[in-house]
């Protein structure tokens, strides 16, 4: 008997019936879960699983499913490479009251996580406690082993989830609920209409997400120390902080003058809002590809 044959507890688990596809039961078993879990006592779910398998699809019905049953929810979104919400290299959240505007962003300034542990996992955090919805959904990346697997264990202990949703059969997602025995685990099958994406899918997507979120901006000048423009390059991408050390929105460097000590930078951000600057080590070209720097 497989591991999996009976039910653990604290575990939920959903399988195939007898006679049923995999597109059926996957349909149904997905209702069945956000029925459960916006009708429950569940406040915290993070939802995991390996690349393409529907983590956001899933992300965004549930909030969506919330609003309609009265109950006030947020997703945040940790995946700084395929972003659901706002431009990569960051952490960002939104609510079911705007699910496609920014409600938090958190500047992590890679889309390779290993060089961004510490940021995505601070910045899960800050926005984990400015969340004010009684359901909090925390979508993540599809990287499930090495670094990864240590970053959904940084995860879970910032966010204490109620409910750890995984989604697929990746062999991974059973090492990382077995480290985590004691949150309740719901088990579903991967999107019956999800894709997988060709890498050049995802550079076109990373360049949309990054040319809709700079080009809404304007352009701001802020004074710098010498040493702090020493440090910049051209078209490197900066988070900017308000003057509390805050993060408030992500920049792209377009001109510095070095002379009068000044950097211009394009950002949605307000000019009077911005403290200072955090460096990103990615470059943006004209055609808003990333290269690292």
């Known amino acids: ?9 604290g575990v939920i688990v959903h399988g195939l019936r007898d006679g049923e596809t995999n597109e059926t039961s996957s349909v149904s078993e997905w209702d069945e879960a956000i029925a459960r879990i916006v ?3 569940v406040r915290r779910v993070l939802v995991l699983g390996a690349v393409d398998v529907g983590k956001s699809t899933f992300c965004q019905l549930l909030l969506h ?11 945040i979104d940790t995946d700084v490479g395929q972003k659901m919400i706002g431009p990569p290299a960051t952490v960002t959240g939104a609510t079911s009251e705007a699910p496609e505007a920014l409600t938090g962003l958190a500047f992590v300034g890679t889309m390779d996580p290993a060089q961004g542990v510490t940021r995505v996992v601070s910045g899960l955090d800050r926005l984990c406690r400015s969340a004010r919805t009684d359901l909090l959904i925390v979508n993540t990346s599809g990287l499930l082993r090495g670094v ?5 264990a940084a995860k879970i202990a910032v966010l204490r989830p109620d409910l750890l ?7 991974h997602l059973d090492l990382i609920a077995a480290e985590h025995a004691g949150v309740a685990r719901l088990r579903l099958a991967s999107s019956p209409e999800a894709q997988r994406k060709t890498p050049g899918q995802r ?18 000048i802020i004074p710098l120390a010498s040493s702090g423009l020493l440090a910049l390059s051209d078209r490197q991408l900066v988070g900017l902080v308000d ?13 510095l003058d070095r002379a009068r000590g000044e950097v211009q930078v394009l950002s949605p951000a307000r000019t009077e ?19 690292p720097l």
Do not use: Q
């Not at 499913?65 to 997703?75: I, L």
């Not at 949703?165 to 062999?171: A, E, K, V, Y």
């Not at 003057?243 to 001109?255: F, N, P, Q």
């Not at 809002?273 to 290269?291: H, K, Q, S, T």
């Open 1 to 9: 008997m497989s591991p999996d044959a009976s039910p653990r507890p």
């Open 39 to 41: 009708d429950g006592r």
């Open 65 to 75: 499913r919330a609003s309609e049953r009265g109950r006030t929810a947020a997703v």
């Open 148 to 152: 990864g697997r240590r970053l959904k």
């Open 165 to 171: 949703l995984t989604i697929g059969d990746d062999p």
């Open 203 to 220: 550079r076109a997507a990373r360049r949309e997400a990054f040319r809709r979120y700079l080009e809404a901006g304007r352009s701001c």
């Open 243 to 255: 003057h509390k050390g805050r993060d408030v929105a992500l920049g792209l460097v377009e001109a």
């Open 273 to 291: 809002a911005v403290g200072g600057l955090i460096l990103g080590w990615l470059r943006l070209d004209e055609y808003w590809n990333a290269r």
